[in-house]
């Protein structure tokens, strides 16, 4: 049984009975549209918790000036049945007053100087209307625990830079990107992919991949190879291929770095990373 709680009363009303019991609350944040990708958190999720809850908000907040806001797909009742066969207790569908009644909040989560770069660059003001419904989120649900995809790695290393620096007590976990056969990571944009555009977009898995198995010889190596692979594929148009640290600070010498890609696909803008292991050139005389 999955209860539907669209007022902050509500949601209190559908936890307490858990909270009575002394049970862990598990929350997934999401924005609807939900896919294979969701599914997999809400599991993730049950395993960690005695009672998930999942958002479904389209957060205004973070969409800039010419963003699909309006075009973002919305599909509740599809996005219920998902819920509810992943093992949702809750389900929290708000609309934007009562997350932000009055309007825009006065008081925002500034991301700091990691809000500015990568995704941060190309959307001002992203990641502090991220922040900000997240930290909400935290205060309406309370969770021990919230489940957030490694497809969005940005976000992930701001969400638990959030819950560190402001002491917020949440287990915030990374679940691994969920790809289709072909390695695309799944994505609610990808709807708006045609055929064509789909085969493009494999270029940006490829190229990760190509990347992480450069490792072994080191960063230059690592870019020159994911490189390579994005230069050489038609219909995509690179906005930044980068190699971090896991904090996305600079990347190491050696040991564990992430590599993240950004692209339009047509009018589609795509992101994805994965982990790489870096090697010195050294060791590989």
Do not use: W
Not at 193 to 216: E, F, I, T, W
């Amino acid at each position: 049984m999955t209860l539907v709680a669209r007022s902050r009363a509500e949601l209190d009303d559908a936890l307490r009975p858990h909270r009575a019991r002394g049970g862990t609350v598990g929350l997934v944040p999401t924005m609807g549209a939900l896919h294979g990708g969701h599914a997999a958190l809400v599991r993730e999720a049950a395993e960690r918790a005695g009672t998930v809850v999942v958002s479904l908000f389209v957060n205004p907040l973070q969409f800039g000036a010419g963003e699909d806001l309006d075009r973002y797909p919305r599909t509740f009742d599809a996005d219920l049945e998902v819920c509810r066969a992943n093992g949702a207790a809750v389900v929290f569908a708000p609309s934007v007053d009562e997350v932000y009644p009055g309007g825009d909040p006065q008081v925002t989560v500034e991301p700091g100087p990691l809000g500015g770069v990568l995704e941060g660059a190309t959307r001002p003001g992203h990641y502090r209307g991220v922040l900000t419904v997240v930290a909400k989120l935290f205060g309406l649900v309370r969770p021990d625990a919230a489940v957030f995809g490694q497809k969005d790695y940005q976000q992930l290393v701001l969400v638990r830079r959030m819950v560190d620096d402001l002491c917020m007590g949440v287990d915030v976990v990374g679940a691994a990107t969920v790809r289709e056969d072909g390695g695309l990571a799944l994505s609610s944009r990808n709807a708006y992919l045609d055929p064509g555009q789909r085969r493009s977009a494999l270029a940006l898995s490829r190229a990760l991949r190509a990347g992480a198995d450069a490792g072994p010889a080191g960063a230059a190596r690592v870019l020159a190879d994911a490189g390579a692979v994005l230069a050489a594929a038609d219909g995509v148009d690179l906005d930044y291929l980068a190699l971090t640290s896991p904090g996305l600070g600079d990347p190491p010498e050696a040991g564990e770095a992430r590599l993240l890609v950004a692209a339009r696909v047509g009018s589609t803008r795509l992101i994805d990373n994965l982990a790489v292991h870096l090697g010195t050139q050294e060791g590989h005389h």
